[in-house]
């Protein structure tokens, strides 16, 4: 091959090695040569995958895309009950602190105050809406679970918070009823009751059930991306394997 190039004139001798180099260069980016040289085969540009490597690549590339679409779906559930939690947290401190008033308001004017009373009372009120609570939660775990309100109709969606929203306090009330006594305690359990404002409580589950909406629909399309990458992705690797 030298001898050959020593043969050429100048500056051919220094031009055709460049070009040759060259060509090499830009098959091996963007095209594919073959070059037969005696018993030598020279094979530039993008060769062919094997396709065990290729069967490797599809597979890490499922894993990992079953593997994101797991945590998204994970994530769907425990981002409600968390904001749930915190909303049921601050309906909880709210119900405590109106039965703290209400135990003020049954003060008997000139009567010695009976501090142990109150507290021990109260105590009992505490305990039992907290409980209340826990299954009030647990409806609403259930019905995250099955996320069917969040593809309703605006009007079939208002329809099921205001029915849930009665569901919950009726919840709350049966289990207050069969655990508040209800004789010789400072605040009677239906004076409780009465004091309940139906319309923040429905305020309230709208706010809850809407920001569970969100999370889901956001989810949702973040399902969707992902599920789009991953065609493209392996659309690409059966492209490439030609």
């Not at 090499?24 to 995958?49: E, L, P």
């Not at 109106?98 to 135990?103: C, D, G, S």
Request: glycine share 4%; with cysteine.
């Amino acid at each position: 091959m030298t001898d050959l190039l020593a043969l050429l004139p100048p500056p051919w001798n220094v031009v055709v090695p460049l070009a040759a180099l060259a060509t090499g260069i830009i098959m091996s980016i963007w095209g594919r040569a073959v070059i037969n040289w005696g018993k030598k085969t020279i094979v530039f540009g993008v060769q062919d995958m094997s396709c065990t490597k290729c069967r490797q690549l599809i597979m890490a590339k499922t894993l990992k895309y079953k593997s994101d679409r797991e945590l998204i779906r994970n994530s769907i559930l425990r981002d409600q009950m968390n904001y749930a939690e915190m909303k049921l947290h601050e309906i909880f401190l709210a119900r405590c602190r109106a039965y703290r008033e209400h135990l003020t308001q049954f003060r008997k004017p000139g009567a010695e105050i009976d501090m142990e009373r109150e507290q021990k009372e109260y105590l009992i009120y505490q305990e039992a809406i907290s409980n209340g609570m826990t299954l009030i939660k647990n409806e609403l775990r259930r019905s995250f679970k099955e996320n069917g309100f969040c593809n309703m109709s605006p009007v079939e969606y208002t329809h099921y918070v205001k029915e849930k929203t009665k569901g919950l306090i009726t919840i709350k009330r049966e289990y207050l009823m069969s655990r508040y006594p209800y004789d010789r305690m400072i605040v009677p359990l239906q004076y409780s009751f009465d004091q309940l404002d139906t319309d923040e409580m429905e305020t309230m589950v709208f706010n809850l059930m809407d920001r569970a909406k969100e999370i889901f629909l956001d989810a949702e399309e973040k399902l969707a991306k992902l599920d789009t990458e991953y065609d493209k992705e392996i659309t690409k690797i059966g492209n490439d394997h030609k």
